[in-house]
Structures are given as C-alpha cells and as structure tokens.
C-alpha cells in the first residue's frame, strides 16, 4: 500500500501536469486564434485588392464611354466628364472610390525650370535653404556631367552607394535617391487644419509627373502648390479653389477674369485634363475596416482610331495608399 507521502506527492505531480498542460493548451488557442485572424485579414486584404482593380477596369471604361456622351437631362454626366475628380462606385461585396488626377495637372519634373521648381518648394513650405539644395539636387540628376559632381560625392558616402543617373528621370520615385527628399516630403504628411481636423497635404509624387507638357494645366484638378509655381498670385490661386470647391469651370470663357488677374501664368491654364491619367481606387469591404488602394497610370488613346488599343497602362500600383 503506498504511504501518505507517496499519495500525496502523485497528487501534487498530477496538478503539476494539469497546470502545465492547461497552459499549453492556452498557449495553442491563442496562437490558433491569432492565426485565423490574420489569415481572415489576408483573405479581406485580398478581396478588397480585387475590388479595388475592378473599379479602375470600370474607371476606363466609364471615361471611355463617357467622353464622347452627352448627359444626363438634369445635366449630370452619364458616365464621366473632365470636371469629375471621383468616380464612385457600389459592388455586390463592397464599396470603392476612383480618385482621376490628370499629369496635365502637374508640373514635368525633367522639362519644369529652376525657378518653377523653387515657387513649388517654398508654397509647400520648405525652408530657403532646402529650397535651394533641392533645386540643385535635382538639375544635377537630370542633367548630363563630364565627371563626378559634388553630389555624387555625397551619394558615394551613403550606404549602399550609388551615383546620380545625369538623365532624364524615368520613374518619379527616383526623386526618393535625390539629396535631401525625405519620405514625408515624397509622400506628403498629414497636420491639423484651424479646426483641429487632420488633413493631409500634398507630397511632391502629387506635384510632380514625367508625362505632363507644361504648357497647359487643368484649372479643376491643379494643386495649389503647382499653381503657385506658375507664377499666378496667392490670391488668385485662393479664388480658383474657392470657386471650383462649389461649381467647376465649365467653359473656357469662364477662365477669362482669372487669367487678366493672374498674369502670364495664367496662359497655361485650360479646361480639361489631355489623355494621361493617374486613377487611384479605394476598396472598403463591408462591416470591416479593411480597405486597400491600387492606382494605374493610363494613357488613352482619345485621337485614334485602333479599336484594338483604346488605350495603354504606363504603370501600375499595387499598393497605392495616400500615406
């Protein structure tokens, strides 16, 4: 017969193993339960990446059809017009938004000269002195050199290094390598208005294009920081928003009292945004907070007449978010 002690101390081994095994099974419940969320996120992340890359196919196909349609008797447009900014759109399984930027609304980052550049830097509030490093920064990048420049130097110091390219720029995100490019600056940040509200300013990716002319810009869909470096006066970039914030300007005589007050700078602005666009969509999945961004660029083929290529994806975004 086992002793007291024996009983006793089988006892306290047999709760031992129940405590540890509880916790154990603890420990997998949890992890289990981590799991399946995470890959409930994924599976969301994935559907709402879907919805967004069906509403840019649906974007196209609204401008395409909507250019050349009249509207709608309330004088609404059927489809789409160049005054829209955003497309809206309802699915069986969610919701999604295309935001349309034409790159006529932004200044061509290898043709725009120094002092375009430095009217951009110093309306979005950069410093004089980073104004003018960056103005140099990226002259230097575009522009052709028999040797290594002093920028060189600095970029030959970072890690990994790396030299300027001295060529035109062929993605915007090259302003990234660029001295003294940050990524808030890049990207654009968010800051609290007089009211205390979050909004988000511009970054130079909404400012600045490899595709746009700069000859004309889109009086709509213009920013005011690239308005302001054409040289049109704060006060008349403030009257500009103020009014297409109500009613967007619809005829080209409607520009007429903006361009006498505006200067020279105001001959570039027009109606419309020419056939490259950027459309940036945002899916949002019911009943969850789950949203995800995809943006294209797309050059249509508004003059031509192959069906077969009404128009080109000159790139395309995977995550596109705002930041």
């Given amino acids: 017969m086992p002793t007291s002690t024996q009983r006793g101390g089988a006892l306290l081994t047999v709760l031992w193993l129940s405590a540890a095994l509880t916790a154990i099974a603890f420990s997998i419940s949890t992890t289990v339960r981590g799991e399946t969320e995470r890959t409930s996120t994924t599976v969301d992340q994935t559907r709402a990446y879907y919805l967004a890359t069906g509403a840019v196919d649906r974007a196209i196909l609204w401008m395409q059809w909507g250019r050349n349609m009249s509207p709608n008797a309330d004088g609404t447009a059927r489809f789409w017009t160049y005054t829209l900014t955003r497309l809206p759109m309802r699915f069986p399984t969610g919701y999604a938004e295309v935001e349309i930027i034409p790159e006529t609304s932004k200044l061509n980052i290898n043709t725009a000269n120094p002092l375009e550049f430095q009217r951009l830097f110093l309306s979005m509030g950069l410093n004089p002195a980073l104004v003018e490093q960056l103005t140099a920064a990226i002259l230097d990048w575009r522009q052709a050199a028999p040797g290594p420049t002093a920028f060189d130097q600095y970029y030959a110091a970072q890690i990994p290094s790396f030299r300027a390219r001295h060529a035109s720029f062929e993605q915007i995100e090259e302003l990234l390598l660029v001295r003294g490019v940050t990524p808030d600056l890049f990207y654009g940040t968010w800051v609290r208005n007089p009211a205390?509200?979050?909004?988000?300013?511009?970054?130079?990716?909404?400012?600045?294009?490899?595709?746009?002319?700069?000859?004309?810009?889109?009086?709509?869909?213009?920013?005011?920081?690239?308005?302001?470096?054409?040289?049109?006066?704060?006060?008349?970039?403030?009257?500009?928003?103020?009014?297409?914030?109500?009613?967007?300007?619809?005829?080209?005589?409607?520009?007429g009292p903006i361009v006498q007050a505006a200067g020279p700078g105001a001959g570039r602005l027009r109606l419309g945004g020419g056939s490259i666009f950027t459309l940036r969509a945002t899916a949002t999945l019911p009943g969850n907070e789950v949203r995800r961004s995809v943006a294209a660029v797309i050059k249509f083929n508004w003059d031509e007449k192959d069906e077969m290529t009404p128009y080109h994806i000159l790139r395309w975004y995977d995550n596109a978010g705002t930041n």
């Fill in 196 to 255: 205390g509200q979050l909004v988000r300013t511009p970054g130079l990716k909404d400012c600045l294009t490899l595709y746009g002319s700069n000859s004309q810009f889109d009086i709509n869909m213009t920013s005011p920081p690239v308005l302001l470096s054409l040289g049109i006066p704060p006060d008349v970039v403030a009257q500009i928003v103020a009014r297409r914030t109500v009613r967007p300007f619809l005829r080209q005589e409607e520009l």
